[in-house]
């Protein structure tokens, strides 16, 4: 059995497509409950939540952040297996039977993940490995985006076609299926990331103990990605420049953590810029620059 926490805000009809998803015939003796902690939207009513008794909806007068949501709902959790899904995911028939199926399996691992799809139903790069502070130099100066091969990404395996199975540092926080235990030996997220980062940092800690993480190219769900932030562009730049920060400040050396600094408020601002010049995305250079005089605004890490 299953149960599956939502971590919900301003997310529309990605909601409602998700949770139709999960509450097909095929999946009704997988599911143990549905947890959906809703961060204080502004265009969800109880009224839109299925009427279902394994639905269970939580409602938090506030936005308290992505990774404290989670945590509430992992709370809730009773079942076998946790399946950390968001809001514009949906589930294809047989992706929490196969899921469930391969974790029986293979109990070795902790966390796996699975093909990600999006709209049009191509697989997306999903998988993730570990940040160094070199290799977020290379994210920051574009140069990953020109020669990932050589310059690899940071974070995203964008260098790798995700069309095998392996273990690998991540998998994306869009779908996240866990053992119920996984939180008994490596604590729950940690809530100073107020959303971006917690994962990575939630896998980091899990690799230390020596904990397994495993994508699963042949099991399938769909993505759309960026359902619930695409409109506040500037607000989601620099909440991701911000975790960067704070991942960088816990769990590099200083040497590390200035290199990630610098990278950050004197590489990434005009190599971002120029990449939008090029691309003829003139209209979003302000949420650029909004996104970063953000940072700058809060006082961030130094």
Known sequence: MV????????????????????????????????????NNSKDLFPADIPNDNRVILIQN?????????CNQGFRQCTAEFILL?????????????????FMRQHNDIDILGCCLLDDQGVRTKSCCRFPSPVRIF???????????????????????????????????????????????????????????????????RLSAIQGKIFYNAFISAVHSGEGTTK???????????KSRLQYAKKHFRPK????????????????????????????????????FMLLIKNKPLH
Not at 231 to 241: D, G, I, Y
């Open 3 to 38: 149960d599956i926490v939502i971590v919900n805000w301003n997310s529309g009809e990605y909601l409602k497509m998700c949770l139709t998803s999960i509450l097909k015939k095929d999946n009704n003796n997988l599911i143990n409950r549905i947890i959906i902690i809703d």
């Open 61 to 69: 007068n506030q936005n308290v952040g992505f990774s404290k949501a």
């Open 85 to 101: 899904l968001n809001p514009d995911a949906m589930l294809l028939p047989d992706t929490l039977s196969d899921s469930i199926h």
């Open 138 to 204: 290379f994210d920051a100066a574009g140069l990953s985006k020109i020669a990932p091969k050589i310059f690899t990404p940071a974070s995203i395996m964008t260098d790798w076609d995700h069309l095998e199975s392996r273990s690998v540092d991540m998998v994306m926080g869009a779908f996240m299926f866990m053992r119920k235990n996984v939180f008994e030996k490596n604590g729950f997220f940690d809530e100073r990331f107020f959303v971006y980062y917690e994962e990575v940092d939630f896998s980091k």
């Open 231 to 241: 409109s506040v562009k500037a607000f989601r730049l620099f909440l991701s420049l």
């Open 256 to 291: 590390g953590f200035i290199i990630v600094w610098i990278s950050t408020f004197f590489v990434e601002p005009f190599t971002r810029i120029l990449f939008l010049l090029s691309k003829g995305k003139v209209n979003e250079i302000g949420e650029t620059l909004k996104g």
